[in-house]
């Protein structure tokens, strides 16, 4: 893992003094890009975390001044963790961190291979409590601290055909729970955004494969996947990030413990 590496902070316009520090998991492209634009916009900091170095690059250089990246895998619990530490270094503190990662692969629970269950958990489940130990400590040193997880809404209503999805990010959807005790009486959040369909390259490759399953084309498939869903459309990136920034805003200091889901009505729970 590299160094975090550092956008030009000079601007022409106002920085707000001592901004806040935010780290987004998966900030190369997608929903992470949208998020980390959002939570710039709103004044932060940002540190894109992932494995490749050239699209951290040139995100954090569209993204502007006050973007900086870090070259880490956060499958790795190890590297997780050093990303938190790189950013303590760097700026003195961490008050926000993202975590965000691609989706494992589409397949049923039966069909998963061994291989890929290990993978995905560390993926899924033991990166993000990884980020959890290590910030978590220093926030509540501080008084302030989001903690906030990209999921979906297969944990609200599973999903046969993302199994590793359902199963693994259940599991993390339970460790946040459990964590939003350990410091929530000293200023610190952890909650999860549970995400639907959203119009990225991930939901692409899981509606091929779907269409492939079918035996129907892309075009059929992705028009079938909007059927059930209220809105009539998948969402932009940008209102998941909109839902993310709320919850890591000093006015959501009463969301606690909660998985805030957006998906344009399409889940059917009550609960």
Not at 29 to 44: D, E, F, Q
């Amino acid at each position: 893992m590299s160094n975090v590496k550092a956008a030009d902070n000079t601007s022409s316009g106002p920085i707000r003094p001592e901004p806040r520090v935010a780290l987004v998991g998966g900030g190369a492209g997608g929903i992470g890009t949208a998020i980390a634009a959002s939570l710039r916009a709103s004044g932060h900091d940002v540190i894109l975390a992932g494995r490749t170095e050239s699209t951290l690059a040139a995100a954090a250089a569209a993204l502007g001044p006050g973007t900086g990246h870090v070259v880490c895998d956060l499958a790795d619990p190890a590297d997780a963790a050093a990303a938190v530490e790189q950013v303590h270094q760097s700026h003195g503190a961490l008050d926000v961190v993202v975590a965000n990662a691609g989706g494992p692969a589409p397949g049923g629970v039966l069909d998963v291979p061994h291989e890929q269950w290990h993978h995905d958990l560390d993926l899924l489940v033991l990166g993000p409590l990884a980020l959890m130990r290590s910030a978590l400590p220093s926030m509540a040193e501080r008084g302030f601290g989001r903690i906030v997880l990209v999921t979906s809404t297969a944990v609200r209503q599973p999903q046969p055909g993302l199994a590793a999805s359902t199963v693994l990010r259940t599991a993390a959807t339970a460790a946040a729970k459990l964590a939003a005790r350990e410091c929530a009486s000293r200023g610190v959040t952890v909650n999860c955004v549970a995400v639907g369909a959203t119009d990225t390259p991930r939901r692409i490759e899981v509606v091929r494969h779907r269409a492939l399953v079918a035996g129907v084309d892309l075009s059929t498939a992705l028009a079938q996947d909007t059927v059930d869903i209220p809105a009539g459309r998948a969402a932009d990136p940008e209102e998941i990030a909109a839902a993310v920034n709320f919850l890591a805003s000093p006015e959501a200091s009463y969301v606690n413990g909660t998985v805030l889901t957006v998906d344009g009505g399409r889940t059917e729970y009550l609960l």
